[in-house]
């Protein structure tokens, strides 16, 4: 497994070593002891999900104020631009973005870590996304930032609206946001 760092020291993407021949392949998809490895991370995963979106669906910027998760993200059909944002406010790289393409093809994954808002945009006819959560999901803590928000500046590559949940349409400028302190 190769990693690659972003421009925000703590959002990684990893690279399989992926064994194919005619039959199929096979990968790795996770080995707590690899990751912890390669990152100097423990992590305890409690939670998977599983998501479907149709081309041009972009969720996020989400995250949880109160128990906040770090993810894991990879694409098993199709391909998403997949985005992190940092609000940690003490962080020098607070509201900066970094973002990559995930897709069934390359097999990469992103590690999101807490205090990170996350996100993606479906660039395929469809994706389907599997992430691994280090806390379970909380409505109550869940917040929004707004995709669009011209402070953070996120160049999501494309040239008409997305679909939105209303969650998501209605989220809110970092400026105004919940953020980790």
């Known amino acids: 497994m190769n990693i690659i760092h972003t421009n925000l020291p703590e959002v990684m993407i990893f690279e399989p070593t992926v064994f194919g021949d005619a039959r199929g392949f096979f990968f790795e998809s996770f080995n707590t002891r690899r990751f912890a490895e390669?990152?100097?991370?423990?992590?305890?995963?409690?939670?998977?999900?599983?998501?479907?979106?149709?081309h041009n669906v972009l969720r996020g910027l989400h995250y949880q104020i109160r128990h906040p998760q770090g993810k894991l993200i990879r694409v098993i059909a199709g391909e998403v631009l997949d985005i992190a944002v940092d609000i940690r406010k003490k962080s020098p790289t607070f509201g900066q973005w970094a973002g990559t393409v995930l897709s069934a093809e390359n097999k990469r994954q992103m590690w999101i870590p807490p205090g990170f808002?996350?996100?993606?945009?479906?660039?395929?006819?469809?994706?389907?996304?599997l992430y691994k959560t280090t806390d379970y999901w909380m409505p109550e803590h869940e917040r929004c930032i707004l995709w669009s928000d011209p402070a953070i500046d996120i160049d999501w590559g494309i040239t008409s609206a997305p679909l939105l949940s209303s969650k998501d349409d209605e989220g809110k400028l970092l400026a105004d946001a919940d953020v980790f302190g």
């Open 38 to 54: 390669l990152t100097g991370i423990t992590v305890n995963f409690v939670q998977d999900n599983h998501s479907r979106s149709v």
């Open 117 to 129: 808002a996350h996100g993606f945009l479906v660039r395929s006819e469809y994706a389907e996304c």
